[in-house]
Protein backbone atom coordinates (compact mmCIF):
# COMPACT_ATOMS: atom_id res chain seq x y z
CA UNK A 1 0.00 0.00 0.00
CA UNK A 2 1.30 3.33 -0.92
CA UNK A 3 0.25 6.77 1.18
CA UNK A 4 0.98 10.07 -0.05
CA UNK A 5 1.37 12.95 2.52
CA UNK A 6 1.63 16.41 2.27
CA UNK A 7 3.81 17.97 4.78
CA UNK A 8 4.78 21.49 5.47
CA UNK A 9 8.31 22.30 4.39
CA UNK A 10 9.73 23.04 7.98
CA UNK A 11 7.66 19.56 9.24
CA UNK A 12 9.82 17.91 6.00
CA UNK A 13 13.22 19.56 6.64
CA UNK A 14 13.01 18.27 10.52
CA UNK A 15 12.27 14.49 9.45
CA UNK A 16 15.04 14.54 6.58
CA UNK A 17 17.49 15.84 9.32
CA UNK A 18 16.07 13.30 11.97
CA UNK A 19 16.24 10.75 9.07
CA UNK A 20 19.76 11.83 8.47
CA UNK A 21 21.00 11.52 11.86
CA UNK A 22 19.48 7.80 11.90
CA UNK A 23 21.42 7.32 8.73
CA UNK A 24 18.23 6.26 7.25
CA UNK A 25 16.45 7.28 3.60
CA UNK A 26 13.45 9.66 4.78
CA UNK A 27 10.63 6.87 3.06
CA UNK A 28 12.60 4.59 5.71
CA UNK A 29 12.66 6.79 8.64
CA UNK A 30 8.89 7.66 8.23
CA UNK A 31 8.20 3.83 7.64
CA UNK A 32 9.90 2.98 10.80
CA UNK A 33 8.37 6.10 12.84
CA UNK A 34 4.20 5.47 11.43
CA UNK A 35 5.04 1.44 12.38
CA UNK A 36 6.39 2.39 15.77
CA UNK A 37 2.86 4.35 16.36
CA UNK A 38 0.73 1.84 15.06
CA UNK A 39 1.93 -0.67 17.57
CA UNK A 40 1.73 1.21 20.69
CA UNK A 41 -1.59 2.20 20.06
CA UNK A 42 -3.75 4.64 21.81
CA UNK A 43 -3.30 5.89 25.21
CA UNK A 44 -3.90 3.17 28.18
CA UNK A 45 -6.87 3.08 29.93
CA UNK A 46 -6.68 3.55 33.06
CA UNK A 47 -8.94 3.24 36.17
CA UNK A 48 -9.25 5.95 38.75
CA UNK A 49 -7.41 4.07 41.24
CA UNK A 50 -4.34 3.48 38.68
CA UNK A 51 -4.45 6.88 37.58
CA UNK A 52 -4.29 8.68 41.12
CA UNK A 53 -1.60 6.04 42.42
CA UNK A 54 -0.03 7.20 38.90
CA UNK A 55 -0.14 10.88 40.04
CA UNK A 56 1.13 9.38 44.27
CA UNK A 57 4.20 8.12 42.12
CA UNK A 58 5.05 10.78 40.41
CA UNK A 59 4.75 13.67 43.67
CA UNK A 60 6.63 11.24 45.68
CA UNK A 61 9.59 13.14 46.38
CA UNK A 62 7.86 16.18 46.66
CA UNK A 63 7.89 17.03 49.87
CA UNK A 64 11.46 17.63 49.89
CA UNK A 65 11.38 20.25 47.66
CA UNK A 66 13.01 23.46 49.09
CA UNK A 67 10.09 26.47 50.10
CA UNK A 68 10.69 29.35 47.71
CA UNK A 69 10.24 32.79 49.53
CA UNK A 70 7.30 34.73 48.58
CA UNK A 71 9.59 37.36 46.59
CA UNK A 72 10.37 34.84 44.03
CA UNK A 73 7.24 34.73 42.90
CA UNK A 74 6.95 38.40 42.30
CA UNK A 75 7.26 39.76 38.62
CA UNK A 76 10.50 41.56 39.25
CA UNK A 77 12.46 38.21 40.35
CA UNK A 78 11.23 36.55 36.99
CA UNK A 79 11.47 39.55 34.58
CA UNK A 80 14.40 41.22 35.25
CA UNK A 81 13.80 43.81 32.80
CA UNK A 82 11.24 45.71 34.73
Known amino acids: MSITVQLEPDVEARLIARARAQG ?3 DAYVRTVMEQM ?7 E ?3 EEFEAG ?3 LAEGCEKLPVLPPDA ?10
Not at 73 to 82: A, H, I, L, P, T
Open 24 to 26: MSL
Open 55 to 57: LDA
Open 38 to 44: AAVGGPP
Open 73 to 82: YRRESVYGDV
Open 46 to 48: LSL
